[in-house]
């Protein structure tokens, strides 16, 4: 549900008006609009967004660890229109691996903004989180030999010289 | 409505990415020492003859895991991180990341220290597309260009060294405001640089803009369509490059970019040559921002009243208790910045350059994300370079104008 305090902002009624379920909550501060988006929906509302808001541009697809909280990832979107001069935050939440089960997953946006690719292989390789569908799922900063995810905050900070 | 993704470009979009075998194409490496990737960037190519057919650039070499870092900083210790993110701007770095955490506090920034850091940013960009400018005509093989811009960088880093100490890592833009008072006959040797630089862009114009042998290697080469540069996240000049009329310090003002009147260059063509007009172009646009901000300079503190989070003058501290416990406090416990987040986005040389900080109210961030200009662009390569020549993955890669300590991190 669209919380009150975003009724005023279009593009906030907008994706409500799209997909009734996909808004699960949000908020304005700092003069900047957050939207946060059911994991599942992600992609369609980012096809919305871009193709019948005018959000042309991905600026950046990134992650916070909220560990050890659960749900544990962020999948965070920033998207710039360029007519309305404007900027908009998607956030996704994602719970971690349980015992057994598998790692985070989301759908990749690489089919509505081919540029998401490099930034969703970083969120893999630094976060591990996978992305469905998308061209080319590997490892991009680090060896692709590496073990671990190095941004989840239970990975330190210091280690063994290499 | 909604999704307009197809299974069919989504297969295409899965045999870009995978190499192909079997053919009698060849598979070259370039770098990642290569002098011309500017760094550490690995290019594998795949070609028939002399003909690229596909580019698959290999990054991370330089990956420190500087985001890493910053989370086991205070936030004032973050602001010497961002310098080594980008070296050839340090101060727009700087600068992003403090908007972001002054954002965060809800800080009002005096209007000297504004000007200042306009002034600083515009001097910053000079020197930055003054090194790759050279070092762009020298990959082609314009040997002269290289020295007559290093000669003006010179100038450029003795006025960083002059007002910051420093001429590469500056450091000089502090969270709520600026490190020190400029020295006194700095103003003055700014007006002597910037009364002069113009007719030096010419000198750099003249040897190459009518150049045939330029021109030839430039004109219609490593094109990249307004439709790509956008889907792929291009920014700055290698999407103004492209026709697409974007820029920050217009669309969405910051630091009271508000306060100054420039264009903004644009060409059309998108290949490197419209690149190349772009940023030269723009090294006289910033000239000018520079003379306007020496013009309007206003007067006034350099610094935020805001004893918790700005350290005190030296001469207070060393006569007044108070300032000494502040001084204190802030080097052994930082300051606590309330809970949030903000994405905070500049225009670099290089392009849309953001920063992304995470709070969780204590005093050191939760998470930083740097939004790299460079990385975006160096993705646009493959449709600049494929069904190109070999010797154009040279122009075409400088003309991006890549940093790759910005990409890496």
Known sequence: ?162 | MGDRANPEQAAALAEEETPRTGSRRMVLNMGPQHPSTHGVLRVLLEIDGETVVRIMPDIGFLHTGIEKTCEAKFYQQVVPLTDRIDYLCPMTNNLCYVLAVEKLLGLEIPPKAQWMRVLMNELTRINSHLVWLGTHALDIGAMTVFLYCFREREVVLNLFEAIAGQRMMTSYFRIGGLALEPPLDFFDRVRDFAGYFSSKVDEYENLLTGNPIWMMRTKGVAKLTAEDAIALGASGPTLRGSGVDIDLRRDMPYTGYENFKFKVPVAQEGDVFSRYMCRVAELRESNKIVQQALDGMPEGPVKANAPGVVLPDREKMKTQMEALIYHFKIITEGFAVPAGEVYQAVESPRGEMGYYVVSDGTAKPYRVHMRAACLANLQTLHKMCEGGLIADVVAAIGSIDIVLGEIDR
């Open chain 1, 1 to 162: 549900m669209l919380p009150d305090s975003l009724r005023q902002h279009a593009t906030a009624v907008s994706v409500e008006a799209f997909d009734g379920d996909a808004v699960t909550g949000g908020n304005y501060d700092h003069g900047e609009l957050t939207l946060e988006i059911a994991a599942a929906k992600i992609a369609s509302v980012c096809g919305f967004l871009k193709y019948d808001q005018g959000f042309a541009r991905l600026s950046t697809v990134t992650a916070v660890d909220r560990f050890p909280a659960e749900p544990r990832f962020e999948v965070v979107y920033h998207l710039h229109s360029v007519e309305h001069k404007q900027r908009v935050r998607l956030k996704c939440r994602l719970i971690g691996k349980e015992p057994g089960g598998t790692e985070p997953v989301i759908d990749s946006v690489t089919p509505v903004w081919r540029g998401a690719n490099w930034y969703e292989r970083e969120v893999f390789d630094l976060f591990g989180i996978q992305f469905r569908n998308h061209p080319n799922l590997k490892r991009i900063m680090m060896p692709d030999d590496w073990e671990g995810y190095p941004l989840r905050k239970d990975y330190p900070v210091t280690g063994s010289r290499v």
